[in-house]
């Protein structure tokens, strides 16, 4: 599914449960000894998925450990996401980006007061004109957190809900405008990303592939 709304130099792989007999690396193991069983769960389907879409790029199968503020750490020369929630699992990998960033949400309302807390003034005055049947402060939300993942491992620097203006378009697309100074992209600062949007099977899935420079062929 999540394939859908990523270009074709980007590999992806998804799960809808947690198969069983799935193993991590002893490394893996111990990054998550204390944690409960459905962080160990999703740890555990999220790894197995990230390296199926490794192998798709013809890669060996690597531990995959959390680094600084838990964003995986992958083999060099490869970028790459990784999103879970309930009844869902996906990773996406790429040789030819700069950044991937990925998320999928329950397509459900945010919980009382979430909006407001991750969105700008203007932003939410422009949910208001979105019709349809999408929950779009959840699809938001998920654009916010797709954006994190891609300006990451760029800058090593947080980036605040308030630090990003997106703008969805009901076509599938939405645009990140950066309101603070990018990093320095082939020699330009990197203003902000587009990415695309999914609704189906009862999820939000928002991706980004920002492409190395010229862009790959499909």
């Keep these: 599914m999540i394939e859908k709304i990523l270009p074709p130099w980007v590999a992806s792989a998804e799960a809808f449960d947690d198969p069983p007999g799935v193993t991590l690396f002893p490394e893996e193991e111990a990054a998550i000894a204390r944690a409960v069983d459905r962080r160990r769960r999703e740890f555990t389907t999220a790894r197995h998925c990230a390296r ?3 192998a798709q790029l013809g890669l060996p199968a690597v531990p ?6 838990r964003a995986p750490e992958w083999p060099d020369g490869v970028v790459g996401s990784i999103t879970h929630c309930a009844g869902y699992r996906a990773a996406a990998v790429s ?7 990925i998320d999928a949400e329950p397509h459900e309302p945010l919980p009382d007061g979430v909006l407001t807390a991750v969105s700008l ?5 422009a949910l208001t004109r979105l019709g349809g049947q999408i929950h779009w402060d959840r699809m938001l939300f998920s654009a916010k957190e797709s954006v994190y993942k891609a300006w990451f491992p760029l800058t090593r620097r947080w ?3 308030e630090e990003a203006h997106i703008t969805l378009v009901p076509s599938g697309t ?6 603070v100074p990018g990093p320095l992209v082939d020699g330009r600062e990197l203003t902000g990303f587009t990415g695309r949007w999914l609704v189906a099977d009862g999820l939000v899935i928002t991706a980004i592939a920002l492409p190395k420079s010229p862009a790959p062929q499909a």
């Excluded at 040789?95 to 960033?101: K, P, R």
């Excluded at 003034?121 to 005055?125: A, Q, S």
Aim: net charge negative; no cysteine; glycine share 10%.
């Design 174 to 179: 939405f645009t990140a405008r950066l309101l």
């Design 64 to 69: 995959i450990l959390p680094g600084e503020r």
């Design 159 to 161: 980036l605040g809900f």
């Design 95 to 101: 040789l030819e980006a700069l950044a991937v960033g």
């Design 121 to 125: 003034e203007e932003e939410r005055d």
């Design 52 to 54: 199926q879409a490794l």
